[in-house]
């Protein structure tokens, strides 16, 4: 997921777990993930990956660990707030996150296999903030979302956890989930407001490394 403009803002069900503390000691953990990765190019919108739903994590392994260090490499070189394994062109369900809620709090984390907890209609309250996406580089749009959301799923080692998000996390939570089966948030637009945002990225000039499309 892009940072919010200065401007501005179906599944399985996920294993019960604890919700996890992403705030303690997260500038360190951040620094150690992308000190260890490498940042890989961003895959933008009409690439295959993007459109389909990915595979589930099954091995919490190396590779994994590895995976996910190259994606928080990959978050800070695109200096978003969030990025999911298919946008490094990997066909895998986790996404990372380094990413500010309302209140400053700064919260770094990694879930893997995320299914979004569903809402009571009496406890869903629409924001409807600016949103963009590493994906759809240079473009933003408002899009309503609720105001929080809890994403359940599993960590690097595969035990099962639970994050909580208000706000502007609570976007990017949704956000990423999205990604990992098949949607992009312009998906979510009317046909209208996507032919916007697509002319806007069509407009601007990434600010970082992208995979053209054939």
Known sequence: MAQQQETTAGAAAAPEGEFVDDVTDAAAREEAHTERGTARPVTVVGNPVLHRECREVTEFDDEL?????????????????????????????????????????RHVGVVCNPVLDQLPAERRVLDDGSEGCLSVPGAYHPLARPDQAVVRGQDAQGKPIAVRGTGYFARCLQHETDHLYGYLYIDRLSKRERKDVLRQMADSTPRYETVPNE
């Open 65 to 105: 660990a590895a995976l996910i260090d190259d994606m928080f490499a990959s978050q800070r070189a695109a200096e978003g707030v969030g990025i999911a394994a298919n946008q490094i062109g990997v066909d895998l369900k986790v996404f990372v996150y380094d990413c500010h809620d309302d209140a400053g709090e």
